[in-house]
């Protein structure tokens, strides 16, 4: 009974970890289009700023990651 | 937990399972195993495009060697342009984390192949050994005054003890968020395909609407591994410029 | 969570029994392909890259010296060519230069033949022209001798050749 109430706790808190995920999409829109306003703005600045771009998308996704690996750690390791 | 639901087997982990290959259970130091394997496959790989294509030394490449150009190109001009023209006497270091990152992903993708850049013991090892290379250099190279990295110059005086607190803590953070970004980002596609996999094995005659999310998210994944690659890559470069140049 | 010994118990990436394992066969494999990069292949593709940007800007550099040679070659068959033009027309001038002045001799020449014998001709047609009138005076005196011999009158021989000689002179003039 009680470990029963331990796992439904760990699978509420992977779902809700899962929200986590929801921000770093929030995040990676954020960074690839502010990359494509400014790309449009200046075209010819774009090229030189893809590197950043990818270093952006990488630093916002690793949070959603982070909360992949909560959620998966809740389920499996917990 | 598949107990629960009856009928539906999914055992999404199962695949990042560490086997020895030839028989036995205990996985010791020296046993081979499906890591062993896929390792190997690496570096055939890396074999078959940096030496086996460009064996020829054509003056015009052939589609070979123009892609083992093309990948040293891009890595040479990577690490030109992130950490500056000193940076490229590492070059073979981070060209071999490339490659090496880059093919275990790809090759990851394989059906019923064992991705090992999924598992946080060798990202961790590959993120801490960028770690402590870029932290030795630092003091190697600028003595103490590698430490200015953490004094933003640029920032009012009262904020800049705060400001040493949160670059140190975030220096210290990086070899967890660039190890746990890769292997999270590998295990999580292996994952959701072989969950999405099983919902195909048990929905029947509705088979073939997981099998279209499963080959949507698998073009998504061969994205994916390149793109992971990519950023280990250039964040490696990265940190390597604040061994470089410390000062902002 | 299922305990058969093929499937994994939890997350198999923490199962710390299989870390010295995949951290053993990690390193040999990062020292094996650095071995393979640094010694053979990265040496190798460097040395293609540069021969082929080696020769690459050889070839413009051949490039740029045939172009140069063009525009030398252009340059000189185009200075030949106002050379030439140059000559022909000196030469010509010359020429026209020369045609003149034998022109000029040639037409002072004729010209003072037509005036010497415009002179010669307007000589001798005074000549003719004296001639005439002193035949016609000649003729009107006689004339007039003989009408007046005619008439019986005897007149004075000088008298009648003054008077026809008026005559004849305000009759011409």
Request: charged share 15%; hydrophobic share 55%.
């Amino acid at each position: 009974m009680e470990g029963d109430i331990v796992q439904m706790g760990a699978y509420i808190g992977a779902g809700l970890a899962c929200l986590g995920m929801g921000g770093a999409g929030i995040g990676v829109g954020h960074v690839a289009g502010n990359y494509l306003a400014g790309a449009l703005r200046n075209p010819a600045a774009a090229p030189g700023q893809t590197a950043f771009l990818f270093i952006g998308i990488a630093f916002a996704e690793a949070l959603g990651i982070f909360s992949f690996l909560v959620a998966l750690l809740l389920m499996f390791a917990v | 937990m598949a107990e629960a639901n009856g009928g539906l087997q999914i055992k999404p982990m199962d695949q990042f399972m560490v086997k020895p290959l030839f028989g036995g259970d205990t996985v010791g130091i020296f046993t081979i195993t499906n890591v062993t394997l896929w390792m190997a496959m690496t570096v055939l790989a890396v074999t078959l495009l940096m030496v086996v294509g460009a064996r020829g030394r054509a003056l015009v490449p052939t589609r070979g060697q123009s892609m083992a150009e093309l990948t040293y190109s891009f890595i040479y001009k990577m690490i030109e342009d992130v950490t500056g023209r000193d940076g490229v006497r590492f070059f073979p270091y981070i060209m071999t984390i490339f490659m090496f990152v880059f093919f275990s992903n790809v090759l990851g993708l394989i059906p019923w192949s064992f991705t090992t850049t999924s598992h946080i013991a060798v990202t961790a090892v590959l993120a801490l050994s960028v770690f402590i290379t870029v932290t030795v250099l630092g003091f190697v190279l600028n003595g103490a005054s590698f430490l200015r990295l953490f004094w933003v110059d640029s920032a009012p005086l009262a904020l800049r003890p705060i400001l040493a607190l949160i670059e140190l803590i975030s220096y210290f953070v990086r070899p967890v968020s660039h190890s746990i970004r890769l292997a999270g980002a590998m295990m999580a596609g292996h994952a959701v395909a072989k969950v999405f996999a099983g919902f195909a094995a048990a929905l029947g005659a509705a088979f073939f609407i997981p099998i279209l999310a499963v080959t949507a998210l698998y073009a998504l994944e061969l994205l994916v591994a390149v793109i992971q690659a990519y950023v280990f890559t250039i964040l490696t470069c990265v940190y390597l410029k604040d061994a470089l140049h410390p000062h902002h | 969570m299922a305990a058969d010994a093929n499937d994994a118990v939890g997350m198999p990436q923490l199962d710390f029994a299989t870390f010295p394992n995949q951290i053993f066969w990690l390193v040999v494999t990062v020292v094996v392909i650095y071995m393979i990069l640094s010694r053979v292949a990265l040496p190798r593709i460097g040395s293609i890259l540069a021969e082929r940007a080696g020769t690459i800007t050889a070839d413009i550099d051949a490039a740029e010296t045939y172009k140069r040679q063009a525009a030398e070659a252009e340059a000189a068959y185009h200075k030949a060519l106002d050379d030439a033009r140059a000559e022909a027309h000196k030469v010509a001038e010359k020429m026209r230069a020369e045609i003149q002045a034998d022109l000029d001799v040639a037409i002072a020449k004729a010209d003072a033949e037509i005036a010497a014998r415009t002179a010669e001709s307007e000589r001798r047609i005074g000549e003719i022209r004296d001639s005439a009138n002193e035949a016609v005076e000649a003729v009107a005196r006689d004339a007039a001798h003989q009408i007046v011999a005619l008439f019986g009158v005897t007149a004075e021989e000088k008298a009648v050749t003054d008077a026809v000689s008026a005559r004849v002179k305000g009759g011409v003039a």
